[in-house]
C-alpha cells in the first residue's frame, strides 16, 4: 500500500510509467504520441490518464501489448475509463495503423527474409526448406532467389544472395512493418530527428 500513495505523490512521466509496467520499448513512441496531442488530453482527462494513455496506445502499436486496464487503475489509482477516454482522444489526433493484414502479411515477409539470411550466413546458397507454408508464400522472391542457386543448364552453382544486400532489405521491411503498425503520422513524429 506504501508503494502506491509514492506513485500517486510522485508525476507521471512516460518513462516512470514504462518502468512500471515493463514496457519499455514502447516509452520513445508514447513520447511522440504525449508531445504530439498529449495537451489536448490532459486538459480533458487530467495529465496522469493522458500520459497512461499515450503509453497504452504506444504498447498497441509497437505490438508490446496493451497493459491490463485493472493493473493501471491500481498501480496508479487513476480511472481506467479516464485512460481508455485519453488514448481514443490522442488517437484521433494521429493516422490509424495499417490493416492487421498488411501487417500480418510484412511480418511474414520478414520472418522469410530472417530465415534466408541465416540460411545464407551458415554458407547455405539454398533457402530454408518452407515448401506450402505460409511463410513460403509470404516472400517467394526471396525463396526463389534462395532456392535457384544452381543453373541446371550448366549445373554451375550461381552466387547466391548477398548477406549484405539482403540484411539491408531486412532494414527496409523493419522500417515498413514499423510504419505499418504505428500509422504515418506517429512513424513521422518518432523519427523526425533521424
Do not use: K
Amino acid at each position: 500500500m506504501g508503494q502506491r500513495r509514492l506513485e500517486t505523490n510522485v508525476e507521471l512521466t512516460i518513462d516512470r510509467i514504462a518502468r512500471r509496467l515493463e514496457v519499455e520499448s514502447a516509452a520513445d513512441v508514447a513520447r511522440a504520441v504525449f508531445e504530439h496531442a498529449g495537451q489536448m488530453a490532459t486538459l480533458e482527462y487530467g495529465r496522469s490518464a493522458a500520459v497512461l494513455g499515450a503509453v497504452r496506445l504506444a504498447c498497441r502499436r509497437t505490438g508490446v501489448g496493451e497493459p491490463d486496464r485493472e493493473r493501471v487503475a491500481e498501480t496508479f489509482d487513476v480511472d481506467p475509463a479516464r485512460v481508455v477516454a485519453a488514448d481514443e482522444l490522442l488517437a484521433r489526433y494521429l493516422c490509424p495503423p495499417a490493416d492487421a493484414d498488411e501487417i500480418r502479411s510484412l511480418r511474414r515477409t520478414l520472418v522469410v527474409a530472417q530465415e534466408v539470411l541465416a540460411a545464407v550466413e551458415r554458407g547455405r546458397n539454398a533457402g530454408p526448406e518452407l515448401p506450402g507454408s505460409r511463410l513460403a508464400d509470404a516472400a517467394p522472391f526471396l525463396l526463389a532467389r534462395a532456392s535457384s542457386h544452381l543453373d541446371s543448364r550448366t549445373d554451375r552453382e550461381v552466387p547466391g544472395l548477398d548477406a549484405a544486400a539482403l540484411r539491408d532489405h531486412i532494414e527496409r521491411l523493419e522500417a515498413d512493418l514499423e510504419l505499418a503498425r504505428l500509422g504515418t503520422r506517429l512513424y513521422t513524429l518518432v523519427h523526425r530527428e533521424d
